[in-house]
């Protein structure tokens, strides 16, 4: 069931959850989103430009977090602004055929502000990656019923 | 390498028009793990009051990372695009981005500031669906920020 606007109230939790990354997955999104930087698929290019190795694109984070946000509010499109900065990178480890994850990033969320005129609540995520928060100031605001 | 301070302010006006199919959602959701059933299935997306099927929140990254590629390109703005980091992004969206809609983006310069040896640029597109007739209907504002970084950072 999607929230109603009257039932929130600042800094409640709206759940997490946990996503495994494999390479594989950061190609799939290179496919999706057409950005092909090759520091998210090849490591010898990676630590040539001096990274410890293949890194998430930022993108794939700030994409797959606000997905707790969709779920929790209903109706993707009630996400209307969705903002963060990228502080940290994700290092994928290659676990290909292995059926592990290369990295296992954690999602929580909560309630950081209400406009009761707009209807709309502010969810800031927490974003982390091997205990530091990869992503800053990640907020979405949603838009309720 | 130096950054162009002379783009600072530069736009980039829409060139060519995005066509949002269902497949690209559903391939984009996919991608970042989406699983609401309004990314995949039309009467889900329809029961929800949608005429088609919704994109995730930030699939307008492909719309605005397609229009950063013309000033990453442009030989005149001096910029080693193996040397480009994200640092922030933003999607306001005036409306979601639904399949069938016909998107062109408008690029804008909104910041170029030195950073050691390197720069911070901010760019902002204006992301438009065509609308009948001749008519441009606001969809999304997206802003990034991108450090270029220079020897050695």
Redesign the interface.
């Known amino acids: 069931m999607s929230p109603t606007f009257e039932e929130l109230s600042v800094g409640q939790d709206i759940g997490g959850r946990s996503i495994d990354v494999t390479r594989q997955d950061l190609v799939k999104y290179a496919g999706a989103s057409g950005d092909f930087n090759p520091i998210h698929w090849n490591e010898a290019f990676a630590t040539g430009v001096e990274l410890p190795g293949v890194i998430a694109h930022g993108m794939f984070t700030m994409g797959a977090a606000v997905q707790l946000v969709s779920d929790w509010a209903g109706d993707p499109a009630a996400v209307v602004d969705y903002q963060t900065r990228f502080t940290k990178p994700v290092l994928v480890s290659d676990t290909t055929g292995t059926g592990d994850a290369g990295a296992v990033i954690d999602v929580s969320g909560a309630v950081g502000a209400l406009d009761a005129d707009a209807r709309t609540a502010r969810v800031d995520l927490t974003v982390v990656f091997d205990g530091q928060k990869v992503l800053m100031k990640a907020q979405a605001l949603v838009r309720l019923a | 390498m130096t950054i162009n301070p002379d783009l600072q302010g530069r736009s980039y006006p829409a060139a060519e028009v995005y066509d949002v199919g269902r497949e690209?959602i559903r391939?984009?959701a996919?991608?970042?793990?989406?699983?609401?059933p309004?990314?995949f299935d039309v009467d889900a997306a329809q029961g929800?009051g949608?005429p088609d099927l919704?994109?995730?929140?930030?699939f307008a990254?492909?719309i605005a990372?397609?229009a950063d590629a013309q000033l990453i390109e442009d030989p005149e703005a001096g910029i080693d695009?193996?040397?480009?980091?994200?640092?922030?992004?933003?999607?306001?969206?005036h409306r979601?981005i639904f399949a069938g809609d016909r998107l062109v983006a408008e690029l804008h310069v909104d910041g170029v500031r030195a950073m050691g040896g390197g720069a911070m640029i901010t760019t902002r597109s204006e992301i438009f669906a065509l609308t009948d007739g001749d008519g441009r209907e606001p969809v999304a504002t997206t802003k990034s920020s991108i450090l270029v970084r220079g020897e050695g950072q």
């Open positions: 690209k391939e984009f996919r991608a970042v793990k989406a699983t609401h309004a990314h929800l949608h919704v994109a995730p929140p930030t990254i492909i990372q397609r695009f193996s040397r480009v980091v994200h640092a922030d992004q933003r999607f306001t969206h979601p």
